[in-house]
């Protein structure tokens, strides 16, 4: 016991003289060559963080848009074959009178084909100027409330509850937004804002006049043409008010399960299919997610090596060019593990101040940023993905492997014999 | 106080066997001042390196204050190198980042004082030596006589029983030199034992009793009674 206490008492002497040799140290080095080693760790902390970041945030851009334009928080379909929910003003009116629902949105869908140009062809052996989708049929205030789809207007204008012969077209319907040759894909050539195109929702056709394109990198927007709801009902014969989806936004801090549960508690699950916004996410999506993050985390523990190799060389030739000083300490008498402490405490220095630097610029300036200008790539407007758990995670392993690369040069170092290093023999 | 029992050094370089020191025996008792002395490559700092704890002699026993000190471990040899005993080197071997304080307190630091009677215990060590005035000062910023008196501060400041000077004056003026010495000579008067290895039989002459090395043995023992 009483050793016991004796080696404890030594060890915090250790650590107060490691501490003290560690300070000055730092502190009467060159601030040149200090910044220089904070900056290479801070890079460091930005490769583990920032490179898994994009590539989470790629796929998050596409995530978030798809629940922000299309999903809601929680998203009711049809179920499996049937080709609308049931019962759907009593649904409708059940979810709207939910307390935390905040806005509400119903959609009617239905299969269709559009066909511009008609009007001008004149060689009939030619194709038609066709394209087939889906068109929905929307309340075009309810919608923009919850979706604020209008937002997605490229071209021409939202619609209004006037435009009864008005069309939204998506720009993946048209060949001037997705000029790709794909076997059996076809697009709608040539057609301008203020054009009449031609829509066919199974025996019956009506004309439209194209108001708007729409884009927003989400298929369930971008591949879909967009009418009055009223129209939609006329024209595809939905004279019962049964829907095809319903979004819900909730109120803010509102729990998803909770609305879930509540729903299905309330016998709509009969009718329709209950999805959170994340639950209803395509299955490729997740899969490409989940391999991105897997790749970041294969990049971040390349940085990860790559840093605790840093860390070694800078502590080593630090170590080895004050060798002498290193068997001077020894030969007065200060204990190996004081010295030791000073070179892990160094490290750990320059491990935290270059993870603090790395976070403020991730926190403070990347992350904001980036929100505010999203990279554009093709599919998705991507965002930079830092979350605090994940990333407080990779400061600690950073600062851990730092810590280890630290002291093994310094344990090298210090075993030397202390006569030969005092005396700068090999 | 010190007892050096026919210590034997030899180094190896390849199949060849280099000896040393060649079976020396001597005693350095209490508050005594001894030199030991000898032509480059006699052996003596090898020998004051043995005595010292620096190294491990290949043969013979090194005795502190009555208990044999050759077979300690190398954390209990670290110990008694903080505890009992003071070195000086020839150049100095002060820490470059510490100021003179720094490097005065940090012995003292490991023996387990508060910073302030470390502060406390190194400034009156550095002060006894007439350095009262540069605590603040880091090595780069201080003459070699000044840098080798803290040097002397920081082998005084724990009150060792044993003080060893390695040519202690070797990089410095003849001035300087006197000043240095003339420090030994006021700490020895004090009571404190010193053992110094030198080649300058001038500085040697200051001392109580001369050990003269050759070849890796004593060839004289004498008690110094011309000191000056």
């Given at each position: 016991m009483e050793r016991r206490k004796k080696r404890f008492k030594n060890f915090l002497i250790s650590l107060q003289v490691g501490w003290f040799l560690a300070f000055r140290q730092v502190k009467r080095s060159s601030v040149a060559t200090t910044l220089l080693i904070i900056f290479v760790m801070t890079l460091t902390f930005l490769n583990l963080v920032v490179v898994r970041g994009v590539l989470v945030g790629l796929l998050q851009g596409s995530t978030d848009v798809y629940k922000s334009r299309f999903a809601g928080d929680i998203i009711i379909t049809n179920l499996p074959k049937k080709n609308y929910i049931e019962n759907s003003p009593s649904i409708i009116e059940i979810a709207g009178n939910l307390p935390w629902v905040d806005k509400l949105t119903y959609r009617y869908v239905e299969g269709a084909s559009a066909e511009a140009n008609y009007k001008t062809r004149i060689d009939f052996t030619e194709e038609p100027d066709t394209t087939a989708?889906?068109?929905v049929g929307i309340n075009p205030a309810l919608e923009d409330a919850a979706t604020h789809i209008s937002n997605t207007v490229v071209e021409g204008r939202y619609l209004t509850d006037n435009d009864a012969e008005g069309i939204l077209i998506g720009a993946n319907m048209l060949k001037k937004y997705l000029d790709i040759e794909a076997p059996g894909l076809t697009l709608l050539e040539n057609v301008a804002i203020g054009d009449k195109v031609r829509l066919t929702i199974g025996e019956n056709r009506k004309e439209f006049v194209v108001l708007g394109f729409l884009q927003s990198k989400v298929d369930q927007i971008d591949f879909r043409m967009f009418i009055l709801d009223t129209t939609f009902r006329n024209l595809a014969g939905r004279g019962d008010y049964n829907v095809d989806e319903i979004a819900l936004v909730l109120k803010e801090g509102a729990d998803e399960q909770v609305v879930k549960e509540a729903l299905m508690a309330s016998g709509v699950g009969e009718y329709a299919r209950v999805q959170t916004w994340f639950e209803s996410l395509p299955k490729f999506l997740l899969d490409?997610?989940?391999?991105?993050?897997?790749?970041?985390n294969v990049v971040g523990s390349i940085g990860l090596v790559v840093a605790s190799i840093?860390?070694?060389i800078v502590i080593f030739v630090n170590a080895i060019t004050r060798k002498k000083y290193i068997g001077i300490l020894k030969g007065i008498g200060i204990d190996k593990t004081a010295i030791e402490f000073a070179y892990v405490l160094q490290a750990f220095f320059y491990a935290s101040v270059g993870v603090l630097a790395g976070m403020v610029i991730v926190w403070g300036f990347l992350v904001p940023f980036v929100a505010a200008h999203p990279i554009k790539f093709p599919f998705s407007d991507g965002i930079l993905v830092a979350e605090v758990p994940n990333t407080i995670v990779r400061a600690v392993l950073l600062i851990i492997a730092t810590?280890?690369?630290?002291?093994?040069?310094?344990?090298i170092v210090v075993k030397q014999n202390t006569l030969d290093a005092i005396l700068g023999r090999k | 106080m010190i007892i050096a029992k026919d210590i034997v050094k030899t180094f190896k370089s390849g199949e060849k066997e280099l000896s040393v020191l060649k079976g020396i025996s001597f005693e350095v008792k209490s508050g005594?001042?001894?030199s030991i002395t000898g032509r480059s490559g006699s052996g003596k700092s090898t020998l004051m390196y043995q005595l010292g704890l620096l190294d491990v002699p290949t043969s013979g026993k090194v005795i502190i204050d009555g208990k044999d000190v050759s077979d300690l471990s190398t954390d209990e040899r670290t110990w008694v190198r903080?505890?009992?005993?003071?070195?000086?080197?020839?150049?100095?071997?002060?820490i470059p980042e510490l100021t003179a304080l720094e490097n005065v307190l940090i012995p003292l630091m490991m023996l387990g004082l508060t910073l302030k009677d470390a502060e406390a215990k190194a400034v009156k060590a550095l002060e006894r030596i007439g350095l009262g005035?540069?605590?603040g000062n880091v090595p780069s910023q201080l003459s070699g006589g000044e840098q080798q008196r803290v040097s002397i501060a920081r082998a005084i400041a724990h009150e060792p029983k044993i003080v060893f000077a390695d040519e202690p004056t070797a990089n410095l003026d003849s001035e300087t030199s006197k000043v240095v010495l003339q420090n030994f000579i006021e700490l020895n008067r004090e009571g404190q034992t010193i053992l110094m290895v030198t080649h300058e039989p001038e500085y040697a002459a200051l001392t109580d009793r001369i050990i003269t090395l050759s070849?890796?043995?004593?060839?004289?023992?004498?008690?110094?009674k011309n000191k000056r």
């Open positions: 989708g889906s068109v490409i997610q989940n391999t991105f993050g897997l790749l970041g840093t860390i070694f810590l280890i690369a630290g002291y093994i040069p310094a344990r | 005594e001042f001894l903080l505890s009992d005993l003071g070195y000086i080197f020839q150049d100095y071997a002060l005035e540069r605590l070849d890796g043995m004593i060839v004289s023992d004498t008690i110094n």
